[in-house]
C-alpha cells in the first residue's frame, strides 16, 4: 500500500465532513469511511518502503507509523464518545484535517516539505472561527515556522561550526513554540473550542511533529546532535518544573490541565534529547498516553469545569492516578525507562529528574476532581481510557515493536 | 542578476516589514517573490523559479482584494521597524557574505534576511492583512530556503510554498469580535 493514500485518504475524508457540514450523519459516515481508509492504509503500508509515485521518495518511519495509527485510535475513540454537547462530524473533520497532515509531515522526503504543511494547518486552524484575534491565534505558530526555517537555512550554509549549534537552537525553539510546550508563546482561552485552541498542538499534531522534526534535524546536522539533545533535555526540565507547578497551582482548571500536558512535554522532550533507545521508548510511552489517555480525558473534563463541578469519588482518584503518572498506568514505565535512559547517558541528571517527578503528584490529584462526576457514555470513555492506560502501563510492547523498538 | 535579485527580495521583505495597506504589501509579496524567483533562476531551479512568481503573483493579486486601502508606507511609529530592517539586512549580509562560504551568496542572505523581517513583523502585531502578507512571505521564504540543500527535492518544496503562499490570502478569515 502506497503512503500517498495514508495524506489522501484522510484529507478527503476532511473535505467530505466539511462539505457536508449541514447533514451531521453524512458527514460522519464519509468522514467516518475514508478516516477508516486511511488508517487500513497505514496499516497496510510497510515502514521504511519509499514509494515514487508522485515523482517524490515518499515514506513514512516505523515511528511516525506508530504514532499515527495511535492518533487515528485516539480520534475515533474522541469521536465515538464525544462529550455531550461536542458536534461529532466536526470533531471528525478538524481530526482527519489534522490527520492528513500529520501524515504529510510524515511521509515527507525533506523537512521543508513537513514544515510547510505545518504552515498549511496553522492556516487552517487559524481560518475557523476563534475566540482569540485572527493575528493573535496565527503568531505563535507561525513564529515557530519561522524559527523552524531559520534553522534549516543554517544548517545547510557552510561555513564555522557554530552554524550548526545554531541551527539546532532553531529548530528546537521551532519545536517549542509549534507546539506551545513553552508558557506564553501561544496564547490560551479556557472558553475557546478546543479544535481552535492551542490543545491540538499540544496534544495531537505535536506528538508527529516533535518526532519529524528531532528525526530529520539530527540528519541535517550530524555534528550538533549532541547540541540538539542538550537543548532537548534543558527545554524538557524546564517544562517539568514549570508545568507540573503551574498544573498544581494556577487559578482556573482549563489552564492547569494545558500546564500539565506542557510537563508531559518535559518528560517526553527529555527522552528525545537523552538520544538513547531506552530515552526514545519512555518519549514515546508519554506521547502514547498523551493522546489515548490525557486527551479524551481533557475533553470529558471540559463541561465539568464550566460548571465547576468538582467531586473526589474512587473514579477521580483512578484519574488521578493516571494523571500523576503512577503504576500501573502508562506514566509509570514510563518514566522508569526515562530514569534508566538518563541513568546510562549522565547519572546526576538521573538525580535532577526523580525529584521532579514528584510534581506530578499534587497536580494529578487537582485535576482529578476536574472531571466532576462522570455518568453515561463519559463514564464509559474514562473507563476506556484509564484501561488503555493500564494496557500500556503492564504491557507497552505491542506499540513500542510497531515503532520498530 | 544575483544582487539584483537579492536586493529585490530583501526590498519586498522591508516593504512588508514596514507598510500596512493592502497596495503596499501587495507590492511588498510581489517584489519579494520575484527576486527570490530570480535567486532560484541563479542556482538553476527554472521549475522552482516558475513556482515562486506564480505564488508571489496570486498572492499579490489576491492581497489586493481586501485588507487596510492604500498604501500606508511608514505610518506613524515606524521608526523601531525602520531600524529593524536596516539591522536585520546589514546582519544578514554579513553572515551570507563573511561567516557563511561557498555558492548562493544572494539567497543566504535573502533567505536570513526575509525569515526575520517578517517574523519581527508578526510579532510587533501585525493586522490580520499584514499578518496574512507575512505568513505568504515567510512560505516563499522556506521554498527559496530548500534551494540551499545539495540533493533532496527542492523543485517540490518550492511548489508546496508557492500554493501556501497562494492560498492564504485566499483562506476565509473568520473571528468573534470582542470575545
Redesign the interface.
Known sequence: MEPELTVALPAAGWACAAALRPRPRLALAAGAVFGVGGIVALLLSGPGITSYDL???LSVSPVGRALLVVAALALAFIVILAPARAERSTMLAWGLAALAGMAAMAVA??L??A???L??L???Q??????????S???GP??A???L??G??FA?????AA?QRLAAVGLVAGLVAAIGALPFVHEFDAEEMTATSPVPWLTFIGPVLAIVVVARGRELMPSAVDVMGALLIAVGLLNMVYGATAAWRVDGGAAAWRYLFMADWGLALCGLGLGVADGLRAALLILFSMLLVRLPLYLWSRQALRENVQNDRPVNLLVAAALAGSAPFAGFPARILLLKGATAMYWPLALVIGPLLLLWIPAGLRLGRTLGTPTGRQLLGVGIALAAGVALGVYPQPLLTLAGL | MTIAAAAAAALGGAILLLSDGRRALALGVGLLGAGLSGLAVDAGHIVGAVALLAGAIVAAVLRLRSGPAGWAVMPAGSTPRLILTIVTSLIALWIAVSVTSGDGTGLRFAVTALLVMLTVRLMLGAEAAAANTAASGIALTLGAGALLANGGAPDAACIVAAAVAAGMPALPRRETHGA
Open positions: 515523482g517524490l521518495p522526503p525533506e521543508d516539505i514544515v510547510m504543511v504552515l498549511g496553522v492556516l487552517l487559524a481560518a475557523a472561527l476563534g475566540r482569540r484575534p485572527y493575528a491565534r496565527i503568531r507561525l513564529l515556522i519561522a524559527l526555517g531559520l534549516l537555512v545547510r550554509m557552510t561555513g564555522p552554524l
